[in-house]
């Protein structure tokens, strides 16, 4: 059912055999494009796909199920719906040639994550954000890319409130686990005086 939901919702349909065959260059397999991962809000209501190119960026595309609505965002990806279905995180990444000429040069490709609300489009931005996710509680949690030589991996894990944009920081994260009922963090910190602590966090009241 998700998948057939998804083929509607993105249009993609068979190819009749009947069909009179087309001639395949490099120029038009250069303009091909394919659906990479998706997924589907958990009422069902938003679906998300990144849609990738051969030579050129790629764009995450989120779209109501219902076909009412659909915005497109250039060099999106790995789209993931809060549980209310109510907010989109993605991440967003520089232009292809841009990523590619930092690569070239041994420099960091840097990523932002953004988490955006499906009803007006308020955007809240998180620059260098490695790994993120929705609690079923309903905060999104997020941790930045640690920096090159920084002390045990260390880095800034941060919680973000949708509803509110209200947001704790917490610097020096190691790692972090939820509970099975995503409403307690275990966060393991490290600071520079080789003090290393495990930190139990209530998202709830960010303490």
């Known amino acids: 059912m998700r998948r057939s939901l998804l083929f509607l919702a993105f249009g993609i349909v068979a190819v009749s055999a ?6 395949l260059t490099d120029e038009v397999a250069k303009t091909w494009e ?5 997924t589907v809000s958990r ?3 938003w679906i998300a796909a990144t849609v990738n190119r051969v030579e050129a960026d790629g764009r995450l595309v989120v779209k109501k199920s219902d076909g009412t609505g659909t915005f497109e965002i250039p060099n999106g990806s790995g789209a993931i719906f809060s549980p209310d279905g ?8 520089p232009p292809r040639a841009v990523a590619e000429k930092l690569r070239n040069e041994r420099k960091p490709v840097d990523t932002t994550l953004v988490l955006r609300s499906l009803a007006d489009g308020k955007e809240t931005k998180v620059e260098n954000a490695g790994s993120f996710r929705f609690l079923k509680t309903g905060p999104l949690v997020y941790r930045r890319t640690p920096a090159e030589g920084s002390k045990d991996n260390a880095a800034e ?3 973000i409130v949708p509803a509110t944009g209200e947001t ?9 686990a939820a509970n099975k009922a995503d409403d307690l963090l275990a966060v393991a ?13 209530d998202p709830a009241i960010r303490t």
């Not at 704790?168 to 972090?176: R, S, Y």
């Not at 910190?189 to 966090?201: I, P």
Request: aromatic share 8%; net charge positive.
């Open 18 to 23: 009947a069909q009179t065959p087309k001639t």
């Open 34 to 38: 394919t659906l990479g991962p998706w």
């Open 43 to 45: 009422d069902g209501g």
């Open 86 to 93: 109510r907010y989109v995180a993605y991440r967003l990444s």
């Open 157 to 159: 894990m941060g919680l």
């Open 168 to 176: 704790l920081v917490l610097p020096g994260v190691t790692d972090w």
């Open 189 to 201: 910190t490290s600071t520079d005086r080789q003090t290393r602590s495990v930190v139990l966090l």
